[in-house]
């Protein structure tokens, strides 16, 4: 009966321990505000390269997704290469080469430059993250849309850019269970509202603005040290044993 009690004193105090990394979990939620320079460095968002043409995703196996390059909105510092897009994991230097793990958080930052002075009241941020690995963007996978409203809509052309800005989203969530180590892809999109809000998707062609893909490799969480394991079981049993020599 004493065996019982003690086993039940230890799985109620693993289920304390337990509920305190839980709630010590912190709880993220989209946000968007300046761009932290320490991840970007310096930006001024008058010297944002453009280069006319079509864009498009290079996500192999995906359905490909294109886009007119456009003037006026654009991720990162140009809107020709792939750096939009950074991400961290457990508190790590934001990057490009960061692997995913099961189980953990990743937090993931976006830069969008923006010329806000186009002929429009409002640009788009896009994002969807292949969860099911299954190389299909689906409606489920879209982690990031946002509507961004112009700092001075409607007004007329100025290519000296004298309203220009950037603006970092930045978004967090726990790589789930149901992932398999490997990899997956990232697609990240931008666009004004000749596609109007909501109707951006990872795969529609879109009239400005441009595509970003990134390859994620996704690992496994490190197993806990059978060392470490003993001396938390022999703690706990420290702590049971205490207890019945107080009664």
Known sequence: MEMKMEIKKIVSIMALVSMFFLCAMPVYALTKGSPDTAIWGALDPKTFVVVSGVDGGD?????????????????????????????????????????????QDVTFKFLLWQLNNGRHNYDQIFAAFDVGQDFVFNDT????????????????????????????????????DSMEVGTTWLRARTTCNHTPFPDVTAYNYLA????????????????????????????????????????
């Open 59 to 103: 996500a192999v196996g995906y359905v490909n997704a294109q886009n007119n390059r456009g003037t006026w909105q654009g991720l990162g510092t140009d809107n020709f290469t792939d750096n939009g897009v950074k991400w961290s994991v457990g508190g790590s230097t934001f990057g490009t080469d960061v692997d995913l793990v099961i189980g």
């Open 141 to 176: 996978d879209t982690i990031l849309y946002e509507q961004v409203d112009a700092i001075i809509p409607n007004h007329v052309d100025d290519y000296t850019r004298t309203y220009s800005a950037y603006t970092e989203f930045t978004l967090s969530f726990i790589i789930p």
């Open 208 to 247: 400005q603005g441009e595509t970003e893909d990134y390859q994620l490799d996704i690992v496994a969480a490190p197993v806990p040290e059978p060392a470490t394991m003993m001396f938390f079981g022999i703690g706990l049993l420290g702590i049971a044993g205490v207890s019945r020599r107080k009664k």
